[in-house]
């Protein structure tokens, strides 16, 4: 069976490929039936939910439910701990337990023996080491994976497989915990990435907070247990989503997140001139790329987009040309299946949305420079082309090397990276070849040596389809090599707390 799967900060979306149709999946709960999956984990002296059962949870005492799990993989490796209480728990392992009740639920409709082959959903802003550990769980949890797409580019295709058109597209992707927005031409069968920027920190997760702030200001918010910030959030988020154009009231039931604090009453417009500044940055993403060439039409999509406030804010900017989808929720999931139907005729290239390289000495040691591997732009090969390689070759002057790689959404003229950038961890290949066994090289401090200078060596890159980057580093001279995946896999341990993701609120536009 093969599927899309839309992996988002609060559902998860699930679309199948059935004989040129791509029907949602619908998931039993204790009230019925839901075309969506929670993504949300429950702890609770060291026991664990996930799914529908940490929803559940939420209505025991003791629990601590976890909102917007997605929303950490930005920044995390897969030592990286979350901060849950008193206590700490691997991020990563969260992550493989919620994508394995997925695949138990996916198991009561498909039975055990049915392959479940995925094409998988990631922002479109999302650096590599965010994909890995997206690819990494669901083949933990025994999914094959086809792929990875960009969310706003599966949403182009759900777009032009419905729409039968061709031109060029701006896809405006506000989710419930990430914004992205990509120029697509849409042609026939072929769809090409032409750019794409994002804002990781920005959703209906965010409206939902701010909500949870004028029900019962800052300070009453900062006493509230876990449990209750949780239990306020989900109300919010329900009376939001009930909001229509002609709303002018909301009602929040605080007798549901504890007994006796009653209700509240907010104007509708006091709630959309706190979040008016949020869209901001969105906006103006959004018109950086609408410049780019003549423009057919402007998609707006993803769970965050329902608010009325947007549709309205988009069709002050941009007119006639937005067109809102009519499954804001399910669009990129749709999109996935598409992709991962063979038969369905449509291909699209996707591509580095920053540049991925790393640090070299330049002036003879007197400064460093980024060296680009793959360039923002560069087009990712799709799931049956070759992969994508890059080759350096150098006679090196220390005894290791140190290699520090980094992503950068800019790179200026004098080789320095600009913009949004993401740190990876280092790694370390012994240049000596009196080195070459030492597994560990942390121990030994970096220094010119002769013996080095002498030896060739090859740095080989590869990338797949999802994003993956792996290098082999081999000491051409004297006959070995090391094959690294790249991304924070050092082992050293971070720490994040789920606050940490929270946007900070503007004051004003």
């Not at 039931?253 to 009453?265: E, F, I, N, P």
């Not at 591509?351 to 591997?373: K, L, Q």
């Not at 290699?403 to 200026?412: D, G, I």
């Amino acid at each position: 069976m093969k599927l899309g799967i839309d992996f988002g900060t609060t559902r998860i979306v699930v679309a199948a490929v059935d004989r040129g149709n791509y029907p949602l999946i619908p998931f039993e709960t204790a009230d019925g039936t839901a075309d969506w999956f929670p993504s949300l984990v429950a702890l609770r002296q060291g026991e664990f939910r996930f799914g529908w059962q940490a929803w559940e949870a939420q209505a025991e005492p003791g629990w601590t439910v976890i909102r917007s799990l997605k929303r950490h993989l930005e920044d995390a490796g897969p030592e990286t701990r979350l901060a849950v209480g008193n206590g700490e728990v691997i991020l990563s392992d969260l992550l493989h337990g919620l994508v394995g009740a997925l695949q138990q639920a996916l198991r009561i409709r498909f039975g055990e023996s049915e392959p479940l082959e995925v094409m998988l959903g990631v922002p479109a802003n999302a650096n590599s080491n965010q994909r890995f550990l997206t690819v990494d769980a669901f083949r933990r949890a025994g999914f094959s994976v086809l792929g990875l797409l960009n969310e706003p580019s599966a949403a182009s295709i759900e777009f032009g497989h419905r729409q039968k058109v061709r031109g060029r597209l701006v896809v405006y992707d506000l989710g419930g915990g990430t914004f992205d927005v990509s120029l697509v031409d849409l042609g026939a069968g072929a769809h090409t990435v032409v750019a794409s920027e994002g804002i990781s920190s920005l959703g209906g997760d965010d409206f939902d907070h701010v909500l949870a702030e004028l029900a019962v200001g800052e300070t009453v918010l900062a006493a509230l247990t876990p449990a209750e910030v949780f239990r306020l959030e989900e109300e919010c988020r329900r009376q939001k989503e009930a909001l229509h154009p002609n709303s002018r009231k909301i009602v929040i039931d605080l007798d549901s997140v504890r007994d006796g604090l009653g209700q509240a009453t907010i104007p509708v417009a006091d709630f959309y001139e706190r979040c008016r500044p949020l869209l901001v940055e969105s906006l103006a993403a959004t018109r950086r790329l609408a410049a780019q060439g003549d423009l057919d039409g402007l998609y707006v999509t993803g769970g965050g987009s329902e608010l009325p406030l947007v549709a309205r804010l988009m069709r002050e900017e941009f007119g006639r040309k937005v067109k809102r989808s009519e499954y804001t929720r399910s669009a990129t999931a749709i999109g996935l299946a598409i992709q991962a139907d063979a038969a369905s005729g449509y291909t699209l290239r996707e591509m580095f949305t920053r540049n991925f390289g790393v640090w070299r000495e330049s002036d003879v040691g007197r400064r460093m420079i980024f060296d680009p591997i793959f360039a923002r732009g560069t087009r990712l090969p799709g799931p049956s082309d070759p992969p994508l390689t890059e080759r350096r070759s150098y006679l090196p002057v220390h005894n290791i090397g140190d290699f520090r790689y980094l992503e950068a959404s800019q790179v200026s003229d004098d080789g320095q990276p600009r913009g949004d950038i993401t740190v990876w961890d280092e790694i370390l290949f012994p240049f000596d070849p009196d080195l070459a066994n030492t597994k560990s090289l942390d121990a030994f401090p970096v220094q010119h040596c002769g013996r080095a200078t002498i030896q060739q060596v090859e740095e080989h890159y590869v990338c797949d389809a999802a994003g993956v980057v792996t290098v082999t580093i081999r000491n051409l001279t004297s006959d070995y090599n090391r094959e690294y995946r790249l991304g924070r896999w050092s082992g050293k341990t971070t720490v994040v707390t789920p606050s940490a993701r929270r946007r900070a609120r503007k004051t004003s536009a």
